[in-house]
Nanobody, 125 residues
């Protein structure tokens, strides 16, 4: 069974940086589109944060994180990263990585086939 495991979440102050990691096993990582989503509160929908193509040559960002967050991947390590800079209190959420086979509509939650459990990021003001 496919496994996606996130790490790197923490409690930080506004303006700080964090790097999240998501390591994938039991899937051919180099064929997967990878995305990061976040859920700000229980009962809320997951919001798209960023996505990266299987080769890593194409990325997509939510407007709210553009110019602050960077998604990248290392296909040799089966890992996708989310570098988060200049964090704001409104970035507080559980961040989850997700994997899909299709390159279309990478911002849509419903298109992803596999999900991690998530890692908590809390940004204090």
């Amino acid at each position: 069974q496919a496994q996606l495991v996130e790490s790197g979440g923490d409690l930080v102050k506004a303006g700080d940086s964090l790097r999240l990691s998501c390591t994938v096993s039991r899937l051919t990582f180099g064929t997967l589109v990878m995305g990061w989503f976040r859920r700000r509160a229980l009962g809320k929908n997951r919001d798209f944060v960023a996505a990266i193509s299987a080769s890593g040559d194409s990325t997509n960002y939510a407007d709210s994180v553009k110019d602050r967050f960077i998604i990248s991947r290392d296909n040799d390590k089966n890992t996708v990263y989310l570098q988060m800079n200049n964090l704001k209190p409104e970035d507080t959420a559980i961040y989850s990585c997700a994997a899909k086979f299709s390159a279309r509509d990478s911002e849509l939650v419903g298109g992803y086939n596999f999900w991690g459990q998530g890692t908590q990021v809390t940004v204090s003001s």
